[in-house]
Every structure is written in structure tokens, then in C-alpha cells.
């Protein structure tokens, strides 16, 4: 490896450099032997370029009895002379190996004559960066067999010049190297890498929630067989599909693949089983939001390692990774203990915002969808009287769809004047978008990211307090108890853990927190009062859409004249008040 290096000397720099200690170290111990060499015969064929390898420093005086000098001096890779130790030859070897015993006959197709006392004394005197930490240490041994040692080499050099990460190198030039959030986008971005791509399939999936179970199990494999490679001979008997309820958008489905596995020596399992989760999505949901957005963030947030990894992609629906865990329930959220483990993974969500901000003049998600869905809902009126005028006429009239636009853009002004700031926010952050692992740590993990986006701070706040008053495991699931809405001592409880959270990871971003508490809190209730609203409207229009066409099994029109006429009535109290200004 010395003549190597020598002989190419770009391999110096890129050998010592720290970045490449560790890929190469495996490398190295492969390599390891303590004996200098093992043979003329591996001399003979690099006859011609061994003077070169061998010839020391001219600072290099010899000395008799083919001593080293102690004078001699070394050039690491940054430049700096220092003075080489020198590295005896083991003597457990020194009789037994032909090359240090001239009295041997060394049996060799091409004998060289070789002064060895002198080759041994200039290979100890040469040395590049003779740190602890470097694998030359290992390396200037030579390796046992150079014939065998050389295309392992090359495939393993020529391997490590097709990874180098250029890109990010330069991308991440002038970061300080101490700080912790570049560390963890950087490892964000090399992790990704190390991810199989999602495979994108052009294929629907005819689940329909009311399949008998064989007859899901046969649809399930079929499409396991399309849209994963290593399950393309599994046969239905290997397929077991649950039905997940809960879901208010999508149909939900927990496959679990069992598949014979060979005897081994160390298990006596005869089979594997591995667990996934399907996402099949709902009819005309697509007019909710953008499914290509959807996706997008999906990627970018298993990059940064948030929430399950996507395995496939099909036309109406995703396979993700299944965690082993539970979702948490309408009495979970009201825990003091879990409602500030909610409020610190909320606050870490909109961190994100830090390292993927947005774009200049990005419009926030809540009136995007809402400038979006209010025509959708003025085409779909005559739609929904023509289902519902008959059976149930007073909950349509209601609505009062038409002075709907007045109150919205009421809303807008006040908003407006209060200027919240804007993270990326879930914008859906129910019980059912929870998971606690089952691990010991019982940690919280966020899923569903439908609705994700840029948005206000404060609405995705309310838009949690405003879930406190659901229950979609009940007998009613669309019914809203509002005085299940978070008491003062409860919300100042939840926005504590918040504000603490984010002092602790963006403290620079947000001067408003490090005001005295009392004052902070207030602030952040009257944000969050205001957007409350907005959540009404956002949810409200949503209801209205989804009873149009969904086929879910779900009260959809109840559930939105509850936010709808929640929205005027709040609406209207705020009219007798002026609009807070930040």
C-alpha cells in the first residue's frame, strides 16, 4: 500500500484525510499481517518501481549497522514536518521468513537481489502520517499476498470514488461543524441514501371496506405480488388483511405476510412474518388536497427520519411500514403526561420549517384549501339537496352557505392584523394520527400527513384543542362535545411544554417566548383563539365535500353543521371585540 501510495500520490491526501479513516479501516484489517513482506516472488513484478518506493527523505542520514535515523523527517498530509517513529520487525519472524533470512533459499520463478537489511532500514525510515488514528499504521506493513491484495484494492478504491458525496460537500462547506441541527440534516440527507427507492406502480387496488376476508386476501396478495419483488411468488394462504378503524379520509388495512423460512442453527422459528400498513385511498379525496404534495412531504420527512417509510406507491392508495404500536385514544390526549409529549412533538414538527423553509410569499395552507373548497362546495349544493333536501332540509338550510364568503373574509382581516408566524404544520392532529411505539421509551410518533404544509403556528394549536372534543371511537363518532374543549389550566399546560421546547431547539427564532411567561401565554391564547376559527371553516367545507361522495361510514354533514355553525357563532363574538394586533 506504501508503493501504491507513492506511485499514484493523489492517494496520499485521500487516504490521510479523516473522512475516509473509517471506510477504509475494514480494509486495512483485511490486509493486516506483521511481517514486512512474504516473498521475493511479490517483489519481482514492481522491480521496476521499488528504488522509487524505497528511496528516503534526502534529510535521511544512513546510519551503520543499517540502523534508521533518528534525524530523519516525515510530511503529513497538511504540510507539517515531524519526526517518524520507526516500526521494528516482529522478531517472532525474523528467522522463519525467507526475505529477512538471506541464508535461506527463497524458491521463486523471478529471484530478486534484494539488499534486505537496507529495504527493511528505508521502508521503517519513510512514513506519511503516522497518527493513531491513521491506517497506515496498519497499512505499511504491506499485505500478505499482493497478487490477491491488488483487485481488492482497486474494486474498493474505485467503489469509494463513485460514493463521494460532492454535492453535499459542497453544500455543506460552510457549516460550523458544532452545530447540532446541520449535524442533523446532514445525517438526514446521508441516511436517504441508504434507503430503498419507493417504487411507483401504475395500479388501482379494488379494496372496498365491505370485502369478505378471502376475498381481501386474494386483492392483497395480488397486489403484494405487483408491487414489492421479494413477494412475487407469495400465495394467499401467506396473506392475512385487518381492517383498521379510525381513518376518516382513507380506508386503512394492517397486512401481515407470514413466509416459511428455511431450518437454521440458531432459530427454531419456522416461519417470518413481516407487517405492513395499506393506505387505500378515499372516493373523491383527491379534490381535498394534492396527492403529489402529499407524497412529497412524505419523502422529505423520511429523510429527516419523521413518521413511517413509503414502500410502494399505487394510483389509489401506498404501502407504508408498519410500527408496532398503539394508537392513542380521545381519553389519552387529556393525560398531563401525554398532552406534553404531544406539545413537544408538535414543536419539533414545526421546526422544519428551520431547515425546509419556504418559499417567499408562500400563501398558508388553511386558505389555500379554503379558497379551494368553498366553490367546490357552492357546485356541489345542489348535489348535496338533491341527497339530503328530503331527509334532512333543516341542517342544509342551516348552513347559510351564501353569507359563508362575508364571515371568511372577517376572518382573513383579522387574521391579518394579528400576523402569527408560519411552520409546517400537520394540520390534522387527532388522537388517531398518534402512535406510541411499544417500546420502553413509549415514544410518539406522528402519521397521516394528508393535509401537512406551510401553515399558521397557531392553527395546527387549535386545530389539536378543537380534537379534545371528538371521540371517533364512540357510538357517535361525528358528534362534538365542546365542553370537552381544554380548560385555561389545561391549555397553559400543553403551551408551557410548547414554548419550553422551542426555547430549547429555535430560542434565536422566536424573540416572543423569552418575554416573561404570563405575557407569552397570553399572546399565544389569543393566536390561537383567532385561528380556532379558521379550524371551523378548514373542517366545516371539508365535511361538506366529503358527504357529497365518500363512501366512508360517517356522518360527514352532522359533523360539518356542527363546524360551521360553531364558525358563526364565534364569529360574531369577535365582531363585538377589535382585532388583536402582534
Known amino acids: 500500500m506504501v508503493i501504491l501510495c507513492l506511485r499514484y500520490p493523489r492517494l496520499h491526501h485521500q487516504f490521510s484525510a479523516r473522512r475516509c479513516d473509517a471506510r477504509f479501516l475494514p480494509l486495512c484489517h483485511h490486509f493486516y499481517h506483521d511481517r514486512l513482506l512474504h516473498g521475493a516472488d511479490i517483489l519481482a513484478p514492481m522491480n521496476d518501481i521499488l528504488p522509487v518506493a524505497v528511496s528516503p527523505p534526502r534529510s535521511c542520514a544512513s546510519q551503520e549497522n543499517g540502523s534508521p535515523s533518528t534525524s530523519s523527517v516525515e510530511y503529513s498530509h497538511t504540510g507539517e514536518q515531524t519526526t517518524p517513529t520507526p516500526i521494528p520487525i516482529p522478531r517472532t519472524h525474523r528467522h522463519s521468513d525467507p526475505l529477512v533470512n538471506p541464508e535461506q533459499p527463497v524458491a521463486s520463478p523471478n529471484p530478486v537481489s534484494i539488499d534486505v537489511p537496507e529495504l527493511s532500514r528505508r521502508f521503517q525510515a519513510f512514513s506519511f502520517n503516522r497518527s493513531a488514528n491513521s491506517p497506515f499504521e496498519l497499512w505499511y506493513r504491506v499485505v500478505e499476498n499482493w497478487r490477491d491484495a491488488k483487485p481488492h484494492i482497486k474494486d474498493y478504491l474505485s467503489t469509494w470514488k463513485k460514493r463521494t458525496p460532492l454535492r453535499r460537500r459542497r453544500h455543506f462547506t460552510d457549516r460550523p461543524t458544532g452545530n447540532a441541527q446541520w449535524k442533523a440534516r446532514r445525517f438526514s440527507t446521508l441516511r436517504s441514501k441508504l434507503y430503498p427507492k419507493t417504487r411507483t406502480t401504475r395500479f388501482e387496488l379494488d379494496l372496498h371496506p365491505k370485502d369478505s376476508s378471502a376475498i381481501a386476501c386474494e386483492k392483497v396478495c395480488r397486489a403484494l405480488r405487483l408491487l414489492l419483488p421479494k413477494y412475487h411468488d407469495i400465495t394467499v394462504d401467506q396473506v392475512q388483511v385487518i381492517r383498521l378503524s379510525g381513518a376518516l379520509t382513507n380506508s386503512v388495512y394492517k397486512i401481515i405476510v407470514q413466509r416459511p423460512v428455511p431450518p437454521s442453527a440458531t432459530t427454531q422459528a419456522t416461519t417470518k412474518t413481516r407487517q405492513h400498513l395499506l393506505r387505500i385511498y378515499g372516493v373523491g379525496v383527491e379534490q381535498l388536497f394534492e396527492r403529489e404534495k402529499e407524497l412529497y412531504w412524505l419523502r422529505k420527512l423520511s429523510e429527516l427520519g419523521v413518521g413511517p417509510r413509503l414502500l410502494a406507491i399505487f394510483d389509489n392508495g401506498r404501502i407504508e411500514q408498519y410500527l408496532e404500536s398503539t394508537t392513542l385514544t380521545a381519553k389519552d390526549i387529556r393525560d398531563p403526561r401525554t398532552s406534553r409529549h404531544i406539545a413537544r412533538r408538535m414543536c419539533e414538527l414545526h421546526s422544519i420549517v428551520h431547515t425546509l423553509p419556504p418559499r ?31 331527509r334532512r332540509p333543516n341542517l342544509l338550510n342551516d348552513l347559510d352557505i351564501d353569507a359563508l364568503a362575508d364571515n371568511i373574509n372577517k376572518l382573513k382581516a383579522r387574521v391579518t392584523a394579528l400576523n402569527p408566524p408560519i411552520v409546517f404544520a400537520h394540520n390534522d392532529l387527532q388522537y388517531g394520527n398518534i402512535l406510541r411505539l411499544d417500546q420502553p421509551s413509549q415514544e410518539l410518533v406522528v402519521i397521516d400527513f394528508e393535509y401537512a404544509g406551510y401553515n399558521y403556528r397557531g392553527f395546527d394549536i387549535a386545530n389539536h384543542f378543537c380534537e379534545w372534543t371528538a371521540d371517533y371511537h364512540s357510538d357517535t363518532p ?44 397570553a399572546d399565544l391564547i389569543t393566536e390561537i383563539a383567532c385561528l380556532r376559527l379558521a379550524t371551523h371553516v378548514f373542517w366545516g367545507l371539508w365535511g361538506l365535500i366529503q358527504a357529497s361522495e365518500s363512501n366512508i361510514d360517517f356522518d360527514y354533514l352532522e359533523y360539518a353543521h356542527q363546524k360551521l355553525s360553531a364558525f358563526h357563532r364565534e364569529i360574531q363574538q369577535c365582531q363585538a371585540s377589535p382585532p388583536a394586533q402582534r
Open 478 to 521: 361525528h358528534a362534538l362535545d365542546f365542553d370537552r374543549y381544554p380548560t385555561e389550566e389545561e391549555q397553559h399546560m400543553f403551551l408551557n411544554a410548547y414554548i419550553d421546547e422551542q426555547l430549547r431547539l429555535n430560542a434565536d427564532h422566536y424573540p416572543e417566548f423569552q418575554q416573561p411567561r404570563p405575557q407569552a401565554l
Open 360 to 390: 417567499p410569499g408562500c400563501v398558508p395552507e388553511a386558505w389555500l384549501c379554503i379558497d379551494k373548497w368553498y366553490p367546490l362546495v357552492k357546485q356541489k349544493w345542489p348535489l348535496l339537496q338533491r341527497k339530503f333536501g328530503d
